[in-house]
């Protein structure tokens, strides 16, 4: 069930505007901080790599290790510290990227992503090459995109916050098992929560309406990617000014297994107990306190305030991004 923005709705006037507002200017070769989480899946052997691949295209690299118990985002702050630097690359998965919000909010300063997480999800949202060669050439020559930042509670996070399924397998899904099996951790650990997946009641208060439903799970999107490759909506994009949102109102698990080709793809609000909109802010109440997955990491717990922040950030990507 698909829900049409109004015309002269918020909505609307997102869809109209977009993110794009903001000036760009191709890049000059110029000074890069790199911080590498070394705990990501390929983080440890893929630092000295990384350092190398952006060298090459052309950027002074200079590498800040972070001492054990430093948030990325503390290390974003503390490596600027030094001076100098026209922009930060991240090397890690989307985790850290999360991790790293707060630092880059307060630098202003462009920044790029070097893959080297399990999933990966904004940097295939924006077509950021997975190879480091690729990426280090997307963090010298692009020009800086704007990107949004979804809310939920004060946490932000750029793929998708979910409430129900996914957040019960994050739980499950160690960080361990992520690091030794990569993707195939999350296919392992959801064959194991499927079939004990069981509904919960939602109320859902946005753009002027409540909606109390029966869910197995509730996910606001800001990105277009999450989880490994799926997709929450075909049109999402992570700079059109807009969250997308859709229940899974499935009454048997079977059901959520034959959704599978649809999640990926993104076409889910195709079918009849699956309920998609957009929108750019929700509210997400439960009967008892329920935790959120915010990029793989549960961060907060409903009742959840979810809102969105346009153009929060710029970020070396291709100018048209996305799988």
Request: glycine residues 12%.
């Given at each position: 069930?698909?829900?049409?923005?109004?015309?002269?709705?918020?909505?609307?006037?997102?869809?109209?505007?977009?993110?794009?507002?903001?000036?760009?200017?191709?890049?000059?070769?110029?000074?890069?901080?790199?911080?590498?989480?070394?705990?990501?899946?390929?983080?440890?052997?893929?630092?000295?790599?990384?350092?190398?691949?952006?060298?090459?295209?052309?950027?002074?690299?200079?590498?800040?290790?972070?001492?054990?118990?430093?948030?990325?985002?503390?290390?974003?702050?503390?490596?600027?510290?030094?001076?100098?630097?026209?922009?930060?690359?991240?090397?890690?998965?989307?985790?850290?990227?999360?991790?790293?919000?707060?630092?880059?909010?307060?630098?202003?300063?462009?920044?790029?992503?070097?893959?080297?997480?399990?999933?990966?999800?904004?940097?295939?949202?924006?077509?950021?090459?997975?190879?480091?060669?690729?990426?280090?050439?997307?963090?010298?020559?692009?020009?800086?995109?704007?990107?949004?930042?979804?809310?939920?509670?004060?946490?932000?996070?750029?793929?998708?916050?979910?409430?129900?399924?996914?957040?019960?397998?994050?739980?499950?899904?160690?960080?361990?098992?992520?690091?030794?099996?990569?993707?195939?951790?999350?296919?392992?650990?959801?064959?194991?929560?499927?079939?004990?997946?069981?509904?919960?009641?939602?109320?859902?208060?946005?753009?002027?309406?409540?909606?109390?439903?029966?869910?197995?799970?509730?996910?606001?999107?800001?990105?277009?990617?999450?989880?490994?490759?799926?997709?929450?909506?075909?049109?999402?994009?992570?700079?059109?000014?807009?969250?997308?949102?859709?229940?899974?109102?499935?009454?048997?698990?079977?059901?959520?297994?034959?959704?599978?080709?649809?999640?990926?793809?993104?076409?889910?609000?195709?079918?009849?107990?699956?309920?998609?909109?957009?929108?750019?802010?929700?509210?997400l109440r439960t009967r008892r306190p329920r935790p959120v997955n915010t990029?793989?990491?549960?961060?907060?717990?409903?009742?959840?305030?979810?809102?969105?922040?346009?153009?929060?950030?710029?970020?070396?990507?291709?100018?048209?991004?996305?799988?």
């Open positions: 069930m698909s829900l049409q923005p109004a015309a002269g709705s918020a909505v609307a006037t997102a869809q109209q505007a977009g993110a794009g507002t903001i000036e760009t200017k191709l890049p000059a070769a110029g000074r890069a901080l790199l911080i590498v989480n070394r705990h990501a899946r390929s983080g440890a052997e893929q630092a000295d790599a990384a350092a190398k691949a952006l060298a090459e295209a052309g950027l002074e690299a200079q590498a800040f290790d972070p001492p054990e118990g430093m948030s990325c985002a503390e290390a974003v702050s503390t490596g600027l510290a030094q001076g100098g630097f026209d922009r930060v690359v991240i090397g890690g998965g989307d985790g850290t990227l999360n991790a790293a919000i707060p630092g880059l909010l307060e630098a202003g300063l462009p920044f790029g992503i070097m893959p080297l997480g399990t999933a990966n999800d904004l940097a295939r949202s924006l077509g950021i090459p997975f190879e480091l060669d690729g990426a280090a050439q997307v963090i010298a020559t692009a020009a800086p995109r704007p990107v949004d930042l979804g809310e939920v509670n004060g946490h932000p996070y750029f793929n998708v916050a979910s409430i129900g399924f996914s957040a019960e397998l994050a739980t499950e899904l160690k960080a361990e098992a992520k690091k030794r099996w990569g993707k195939l951790g999350y296919g392992v650990a959801a064959l194991g929560l499927v079939r004990r997946a069981r509904p919960f009641t939602a109320t859902l208060i946005h753009d002027g309406r409540t909606e109390r439903v029966r869910t197995i799970q509730v996910s606001v999107g800001n990105g277009r990617h999450y989880g490994g490759g799926m997709t929450v909506s075909e049109e999402a994009r992570p700079d059109d000014g807009l969250l997308d949102v859709y229940s899974l109102e499935v009454r048997h698990w079977w059901r959520l297994v034959a959704l599978l080709p649809w999640l990926r793809r993104g076409t889910q609000g195709s079918w009849r107990d699956v309920r998609a909109f957009r929108t750019t802010g929700l509210e990029d793989g990491e549960l961060t907060t717990h409903t009742p959840a305030v979810f809102r969105l922040r346009p153009a929060a950030l710029r970020v070396f990507a291709p100018a048209e991004g996305g799988t």
